[in-house]
DNA sequence: TCTGATTATGAAAACGATTTCATGAATTCG
DNA sequence: CGAATTCATGAAATCGTTTTCATAATCAGA
């Protein structure tokens, strides 16, 4: 494996020409310019990265955490970001949470021992204060969670207005009995403005609200059907239900349909997200813009990382839209 | 920024004694131990990893090479790879190629500058040659696709064998008019084997193939969706259709049920993956044990980095499995 | 008690780049 | 023409570890 003192030599130059060159500074002629450059050529010779991030003090990596790679939602913010953070010369290194609090932590190691520039967080299971030390580290940015406490800029969406969007349409369409049926992290923001949204929607339209209605922990397809088994054994049940994502509105729409309802007259359903999935299923839902939070939540790593300044909370926040479809 | 230096000031001790605590290495007292690690944590001190690697020549991380990261059955390979990569103590750097040839390359420069250990790819776009002069900087495992000039270690399964068994499972349902509809890169190994596996299974059976009803391209809902268009303007329509994915598959299911065909009796349709969407759609479909070629795939790429020298080709491969649903 | 191993420690040499500082040559300016 | 810039280059310091080598102290065996 060549090193920039090979090259030099065979150049007949020193080591901090060579590295002019590479790093394009001034004051170098043309002349030994096609030298070094035709010297790198023989020897096939690439800068040794480790040594350039120890003497650089930074790696061109960026964290990113995810509860899970195979979450729709999830994998498509990542493809995102992937993308841009190429164009800018920089990687990612995928963490995956798996919704839990120490693993979450454990990552946590990677900015403190200087082996990512920056760390992006798409969901958060601790508390900030868990967050907070390592900011001395590195910048941190947040996307689609928030936390009022954090001191770093957020992307994201106000989740209070997305489900009142999504949970008005229900109204809207005459439904007076509806369920919630959503994912539940104590620690999640989202979670919990989405619930605001919810019940602003109802308190709004004068509608009441049953305990039995809720739904909770519900993640996934299979969670979906779980969620259906339940609301079809009420004694009363309720005419529209609202769910936190596609898999889980998708789940109920297949476990209702395989029981022999009807979509949406026995059963309206609104699901969250716009996926691929959800078109296959006909589902109304709530569209987030993905690509743009996954976009500017990269954009403000880099620029923080690039400023060398930890940036200050800032929030972008986007809308929402509604896709109606067959479901309600 | 404490540094190793600092710890071992504070302790009283050189350098070398805290990197040997560090390090775990014997010849230590237990007293200098305790004194060791005490400054560690009065100083916050964690080993700054870009100069760890710099001295050990190696990085503790693997790329991996998928085409997209929201193609359900590479970000499920990911989950996994990414999950047993943890479990010993390396990270993951997602490389999305899109399918593009040149982004494929451009990747190839994290090994040479030895910003990762090693590389898995679980698709292949360029020709083995682009890969082969790679091989002397470390090494690389070849997961789901394969090809017969790699001599590399190769987890993947019998891709003549899946489609066979799934285009088996068709015409012993009594179907012969079958259509094939697939993505189809040139350059790729699943591919190929794939259309042979499906020609052997007619010619086994003596069913004749049509031109026409090869449908090419197709690797999202969407493009099941035009499938669906172009097979229904046929004049002489297949009864059966197998297809690569289970989201071509689900596309073209339903398109089809929004034709007014019935499936099966209209058309019977055949995916493969087994993802939940298969299950969602109630398709039958060739599963593929993901979980194992991920896990094995990780495991061989971690053996080959601790041995320090490439491992030789080697052939892991798995069985499928035939789902059946109502689709067919 | 002497010899040879074993244990415990530190000084200094890597690892492979970039950056600072010094210096001489060429150019511009008054 | 001499002084002040600007241009072009290289020697050496630096980034923060780990590893090699040297050395002293302790221990075991004859």
Redesign the pocket.
């Known amino acids: ?8 030599k065979k150049a ?9 060159v ?2 394009e ?5 043309e ?3 096609r030298l070094v450059t035709q010297a790198m050529q023989e020897l096939n ?4 990265s ?3 991030r ?4 930074q790696t061109e990596t960026i964290a990113v955490y995810v509860p899970r790679i195979t979450n729709p939602f999830f994998s498509h913010l990542v493809e995102v970001m992937e993308k841009e953070a190429a164009k800018k010369g920089y990687q990612l290194i995928l963490c995956q949470t798996r919704y839990k609090k120490e693993q979450e932590r454990n990552f946590l190691e990677l900015l403190k021992t200087k082996q990512v520039d920056g760390l992006i967080l798409t969901s958060i299971e601790n508390d900030w204060s868990e967050f907070e030390p390592y900011l001395s580290f590195g910048p941190i940015v947040v996307c689609n969670e928030y936390s009022d406490s954090a001191q770093v800029p957020s992307v994201y969406l106000n989740q209070i207005e997305g489900s009142y969007l999504g949970t008005k349409h229900l109204i809207d369409q005459g439904y007076t009995k509806i369920g919630y049926c959503t994912g539940n992290h104590k620690s999640s923001r989202v979670s919990k403005d989405r619930k605001i949204g919810f019940l602003q929607a109802l308190d709004d339209a004068g509608i009441m609200m049953k305990e039995e209605w809720f739904f909770y922990n519900a993640y996934s397809v299979q969670d979906g059907f779980a969620a259906f088994k339940k609301l079809s054994e009420l004694d009363d049940k309720p005419q529209a239900v609202f769910t936190g994502s596609d898999e889980v509105a998708a789940g109920i729409a297949k476990a209702a349909f395989d029981a022999g309802w009807r979509v949406p007259d026995d059963l309206a359903i609104i699901g969250f997200d716009n996926q691929p999935l959800a078109a296959l299923m006909d589902l109304t839902t709530v569209e987030q813009p993905i690509d743009t939070i996954a976009k500017q939540a990269m954009n403000l790593m880099v620029e923080a990382i690039q400023a060398k300044k930890p940036l200050s909370r800032k929030e972008v926040i986007l809308p929402f839209q509604l896709i109606q479809r067959s479901s309600t």
Chains 1, 2 share one sequence.
């Open positions: 494996m060549a090193t920039i003192q090979d090259v030099a007949g130059l020193s080591r901090t020409t060579v590295s002019r590479i790093n500074h001034p004051y170098v002629t002349e030994k310019k010779y690439v800068p040794n480790s040594a350039r120890l003497r650089r003090q």
